[in-house]
């Protein structure tokens, strides 16, 4: 046994500081009471005194354990609140106004001890606790310094437990969380193909995805989603979006997000169907308001139709335009804006 001494050093070499502690009454849930001073009660066990031939033996006796007063010592709020819990628990069960008590006049206390970090490292428990007296309230205008009534309230008890030493939180615990998400699609999808969303997280309680998905387990994993097309977004005549978010709730109590986003090819209609149109360069007669209402008009029937008017990239005879194409083809020039916005200027595409 003597050769193991070194394992009986003591690990945590911080001292027990005096602040450390705080106190709460079962009985009074979100009262605070400023609380000043307490202590872990003493505690004595009665003994006898044997005599012998050469000198009297204490021996333990009987009769149990004897525990000592609660004093608990807390600055008194303005407007005297946790100062007339104390007066009235003690008025109502000591049955000061000849009414019996109408409810358990016993509480629970909890006195927490705390680290020098002030993390919660043991607990006292007292069961059965009621207090037994409080001191008034002396108030003197003579006073120069103002100081904060304080006020001492004595509470008797059936027994106090210490707990068992508390598990310090990890680095897990108090680490934000981490989440990621991502989707297996490439380019405008087809939507009659299946896909997966692939998340990634980290230091988390628990994760949920949107869009029907549901809660997901972590840190990471894949979901197989299809026919899922009808929850998208239309962007335009020929693809719609949707986007899944991720949500994450750390085991610090943060919550993150993430999210990525799925394009769909959309079916072709007749309401949508991509129209091409080849370019003519001997316009004749056409004018500039017969082809504007002519796109207008188009434009009015099929709203959600891509256009595409092919032209070829070089001349063949007398040239591909002799001064430019709104002028030579009589293009509407809404007709250019709606093509290219920034350059009023239609695509080349080679016929």
Known sequence: MAAEWYKEQPINRNFLSPLGFKLSLELFPGVDFFCQSASIPDISMP?????????????????????????????????????????????????????????????????EILTSHNNVNRFVKFTNIFPVSLTGVPFDASDTDVEFMTADVVFKYERYDIGPQLDPPTASSTAAPTVTL????????????????????????????????????????????????????????????????????????????????????????????VCIAVIDENVGSHSYSGMEAKWTQFRTNWPDRHFYLLQPTTATSGGLYTSSQISDLHIPPSFLEETDPSTTDVDNDSP
């Open 47 to 111: 003994s006898a005194t044997v005599p012998t031939r050469f000198r009297n033996i204490p021996i333990a006796g009987s009769g149990g354990v004897e525990f000592g007063d609660l004093v608990v010592r807390f600055i008194v709020d303005e407007d005297l609140n946790n100062y007339k819990k104390i007066h009235d628990w003690i008025r109502e069960y000591g049955v000061a106004d000849d009414h019996a008590a109408g409810k358990d006049e016993y509480s629970i206390a909890l006195l």
């Open 182 to 273: 991502s989707n297996t699609t490439s380019g405008n999808w087809d939507p009659s193909q299946s896909f997966n969303l692939q998340y990634t997280s980290a230091n988390v309680a628990s994760l949920s995805i949107d869009q029907g998905v549901g809660v997901v387990s972590a840190p990471g994993g894949n979901v197989i989603q299809s026919n899922v097309s009808h929850l998208a977004t239309n962007i335009d005549s020929l693809t719609s979006s949707l986007t899944y978010t991720i949500t994450a709730v750390g085991n610090n109590g943060t919550t993150v997000t993430a999210s990525t986003t799925v394009t769909f090819l959309r079916p072709q209609t007749s309401a949508n169907r």
